[in-house]
């Protein structure tokens, strides 16, 4: 995840294998096989072909680009089902909202398919800043993944990488309120009160994203479901 026009979607399409589903046309530009998806019965009807015969088609990895416009979708559906609702807050106590997280669970767990069909999955977003309240230290503002404030959280949770890019620093000072964005991207991968990300693929810190390879990452991703060796669902023990 990272600002507009960052390079997100180009880094993507550099995995080898990557089928797109653009839900906000920002693979226009790109040369990359992706499914076009603007509503949420088409974006049902691209992961139903990618599950079933994705891994036939020499797919291996599925991008979702990009998570603002797939919340979008999905809170579209919500409205869809409560035609009385004008918008997610109409209802109050949060029940818009909650079922537009209940949407994502779902989303998410269509994600744990494809994997389980022998693919990976790649999200992308957009990011934002957000100000964070640490009683031990004075206030700090800190980029993190642009969805829900939910999601937030649940998303990172459920990743074995989350990267965070952004351009570096050619100007100014870290000290300073004087800085220029306008170097060499950058990933950052580990949670800071900078930013949230992580990784389990023991990456450093910090890389220029033209030294990136995306085998860092799934040379470590979950192995191809044929070779699991797991016991089950314990009922056996």
Request: aromatic letters at 8%; glycine letters at 8%; charged letters at 25%.
């Amino acid at each position: 995840y990272g600002p507009p026009g960052v390079g997100k979607s180009t880094l993507a399409s550099r995995a080898a294998g990557a089928v797109f589903l653009d839900l906000d046309r920002e693979t226009d530009y790109l040369d990359v096989p992706r499914f076009k998806v603007r509503t949420f019965a088409e974006l049902n009807e691209a992961i139903t072909s990618l599950r079933n015969y994705g891994v036939r088609k020499g797919y291996k990895h599925v991008v979702v680009d990009n998570a603002t416009a797939l919340e979008r979708i999905l809170g579209s559906e919500v409205l869809r089902r409560n035609p009385k609702w004008p918008n997610l807050e109409a209802p109050g106590f949060n029940r818009g909202f909650n079922q537009l997280i209940d949407e994502w669970s779902r989303f998410l767990l269509k994600m744990n398919e494809i994997m389980d069909a022998g693919m990976s999955v790649v999200i992308v977003a957009h990011s934002r800043i957000k100000t964070t309240t640490d009683p031990l230290v004075d206030h700090y503002d800190r980029f993190e993944p642009d969805v829900r404030k939910e999601m937030v959280s649940q998303l990172p949770a459920g990743m074995d990488n989350v990267l965070f890019m952004r351009r570096g620093i050619s100007r100014g000072s870290e000290d300073t309120n004087n800085r220029v964005y306008d170097g060499a991207p950058e990933l950052f991968t580990r949670d800071t009160p900078q930013c949230v990300a992580k990784t389990r693929a023991g990456l450093p810190g910090n890389l220029l994203v033209s030294t990136f390879d995306w085998n860092m990452l799934f040379n470590n991703a979950r192995k191809d479901p044929s070779n699991d060796k797991s016991v089950g669902d314990g009922s056996d023990l």
